[in-house]
């Protein structure tokens, strides 16, 4: 049954990109997405960590994650735009 944690965390990175591609008013594929959670979660869970915020369980992983890939997609637009 470990293999069901990596199912969870692939989704859980799928959601968390879509929620956060959403939110920026961005259009991407599910893979892109994919990879905006995933590294939006360890950002999200690094800055919860600076800030001193303690969490578990899915939902505010889910929100770390959101928030994470929210900043991680702000930080490639500014990118972008030069």
Known sequence: MEGI????????????????ERIMNRSHGILTNLIVGLV??????WLAGVLGIAYSGLIPSLIAAVAGAVVLLFMLGLFKRR
């Open 40 to 45: 939006g979660a360890f950002v999200g869970h």
């Open 5 to 20: 944690n990596w199912i969870v965390v692939i989704l859980v990175g799928i959601f968390a990109g879509w929620i956060a």
